[in-house]
């Protein structure tokens, strides 16, 4: 069964340091997204992608976010300089109509 | 701006009985889409089941059923014979349309153990 996978499970990084996050979604599918969920909160949506461009960002994805699809497959979540409360679950997630479907996420700890 | 609201942060249940999680949305839209995915230890999320606003049946997926009330706004999802996997912090979601750029906008999650 077709799934999205993210890389890495889990990344460490020091604060003020640029950290990318890489998904792959799924092969037919249009619309692509970035979450994050901090340690014991809600799902946060951060930006939604399509049609090789952003179409939603929240007021967390500031300056120091962006997001590319540099090829056909990949799609990228980079923070240019991490602060401490950059720590969580970062999730993609993909779809073609209706379902999103979810990574595994990953982790992201700032020290 | 639409919001989700799931006012059980904790709930628990004897395996094999029945478990009704609540949900409460806000919005304008008249048509969208609710969602119940639920999240492991592991933290991967998984749908659940999904209902379309525009059918009034309420969808099923095998031990899992929802109760769509639009008029109300609910939304809960009822799990039957629970089992012990059924153990996760289950989040109600609304997506407003299929258009481009829809996504999801999640409530706060209500943490599910299923005893033995």
């Known amino acids: 069964e077709p799934e999205v996978t993210q890389t890495p499970s889990h990344q460490v990084t020091q604060m003020g340091q640029e950290v990318i996050l890489r998904c792959v979604p799924i092969?037919?599918?249009?619309?692509f997204y970035w979450y994050r969920q901090i340690l014991g909160q809600k799902v946060e949506f951060l930006v939604s992608f399509y049609n090789n461009e952003i179409s939603e960002k929240s007021e967390i994805f500031d300056d120091q976010f962006s997001v590319e699809r540099p090829d056909g497959s990949n799609f990228t979540l980079k923070i240019r300089s991490t602060k401490l409360e950059d720590s969580a679950m970062y999730f993609c997630a993909s779809r073609e109509v209706t379902e999103a479907f979810f990574g595994q996420g990953t982790r992201l700890t700032v020290v | 701006a639409q919001t989700v609201t799931q006012s059980q942060p904790e709930m628990s249940v004897q395996e094999a009985e029945t478990v009704t999680l609540s949900c409460t949305y806000d919005?304008?839209?008249?048509?969208?889409?609710l969602f119940w995915y639920k999240q492991p230890p592991s933290r991967q999320m998984i749908l659940v089941i999904r209902?379309?606003?525009?059918?009034?049946q309420n969808a099923t997926e095998n031990r899992f059923s929802v109760n769509f009330q639009k008029a109300a706004k609910s939304f809960s999802l009822k799990i039957s014979d629970s089992q012990l996997g059924d153990t996760a912090m289950y989040f109600c979601a609304f997506m407003k349309s299929e258009t481009s750029g829809s996504r999801l906008t999640f409530g706060e999650g209500t943490q599910l153990t299923v005893n033995p």
């Open positions: 919005t304008s839209e008249s048509n969208y889409y």
């Open positions: 092969s037919n599918h249009l619309y």
């Open positions: 209902q379309e606003a525009y059918k009034q």
